[in-house]
């Protein structure tokens, strides 16, 4: 019988098997969303709070592009682990966070690298409680663990979406997708002001508190998800916490720049890899009720907050893409860890 190696599998398939021999151990099934939720039980409590928990370990072979100072992978440690609070509706309150650090870093770098950390904390209010620190041979990893508060009724799950629903976003897509591919497979001028604010999408990412809260308080989303993975995993993952439920997106409804489309002639790079498989892009997806979308977008304008109607819910776990009078069936579902070859 073949051994198997972890990139034979995958990363899906390695959180399949995790989930199984949980089962297999406990009973329990483990919650399948961006961040994690329990039940504080306290007694009297009529609101049912709950804790929610995330972490998203950061490693620089992989998540981090040379050009990216030490300042920006701080920073990006955070990010990342926050914007699947954010998604939930839930406010980031505390981080402990564990650095595995190898031992001929320059002090002058461990600074910049820790204050990303403690200004983009200072940003977005929240406590810095302290971690553990560790050696490696030559890796950076970062490896926060955030925590937020919530109400179970008000908190946005993955599970939850119905047929018809408007699948919305709060961000453009196919930035990240030039970004990387500048950076990374040196296609296009790194110094090209053109592209500033794709390669900045890439080396600077940012993410919105404003969305996820607006419609938590106001109990308008009935689902969503946090697209660091990608448009396309993204909705591949909503499929899969929805049984018989699928999307069917218009490519002309999902907001890109300009250059975005003229990149991808320039260098022969299909637009929809560009728009659906950049990743690392941190923008929120959200399921609305079409009855309650004015209502959603009119409360979140009022904040300069953002959301543009994309798609659509369907009665079938599949997504389609309709491009030039054409639905096709998404199969793409862009990067994954262990089983991918890296190009970004």
Do not use: W
């Amino acid at each position: 019988m073949k051994r198997l190696t972890l990139k034979e599998l995958g990363e899906s398939k390695i959180i399949e098997i995790i989930e199984q021999l949980i089962f297999e151990k406990t009973g329990e099934k483990i919650q399948n969303d961006d961040a994690f939720f329990m039940n504080l039980k306290i007694k009297g409590n009529l609101n049912q709070n709950y804790v929610v928990i995330n972490t998203d370990m950061l490693v620089s072979t992989s998540d981090i592009p040379q050009q990216m100072t030490p300042f920006h992978i701080g920073r990006k440690s955070i990010i990342m682990n926050i914007s699947d609070l954010l998604v939930k509706g839930i406010t980031p309150v505390a981080v402990i966070i564990s650095l595995g650090l190898p031992n001929d870093m320059l002090l002058t770098d461990f600074k910049e690298l820790m204050k990303g950390i403690i200004e983009t904390c200072k940003k977005f209010n929240l406590k810095y409680l302290g971690g553990d620190l560790n050696e490696t041979k030559e890796e950076i990893i970062i490896n926060p663990t955030v925590f937020g508060f919530g109400q179970k009724n008000k908190i946005i799950y993955r599970k939850g979406m119905k047929v018809e629903d408007l699948l919305c976003i709060n961000g453009c897509f196919g930035l990240t997708g030039v970004g990387f591919n500048i950076i990374l497979n040196k296609f296009g001028d790194f110094s090209n002001l053109k592209y500033k604010k794709a390669i900045d999408s890439v080396l600077n990412p940012s993410v919105s508190k404003i969305e996820g809260k607006i419609l938590a308080e106001n109990k308008l989303a009935t689902s969503s998800i946090d697209s660091s993975d990608g448009l396309a995993k993204s909705l591949k993952e909503l499929t899969k916490a929805n049984n018989n439920f699928g999307f069917e997106i218009n490519l002309n409804d999902v907001p890109t720049e300009n250059f975005v489309k003229e990149y991808s002639e320039k260098f022969n790079i299909p637009f929809e890899k560009l728009i659906f498989n950049g990743g690392e892009e941190f923008i929120h997806l959200f399921t609305i009720d079409p009855n309650n979308f004015n209502k959603a977008a009119k409360l979140i304008k009022e904040k300069n907050g953002y959301l543009i109607p994309i798609g659509k819910v369907i009665a079938e776990n599949k997504i389609y893409i309709i491009k030039d009078d054409k639905r096709n069936v998404l199969k793409d579902f862009g990067y994954e860890h262990f089983i991918t070859v890296h190009d970004k």
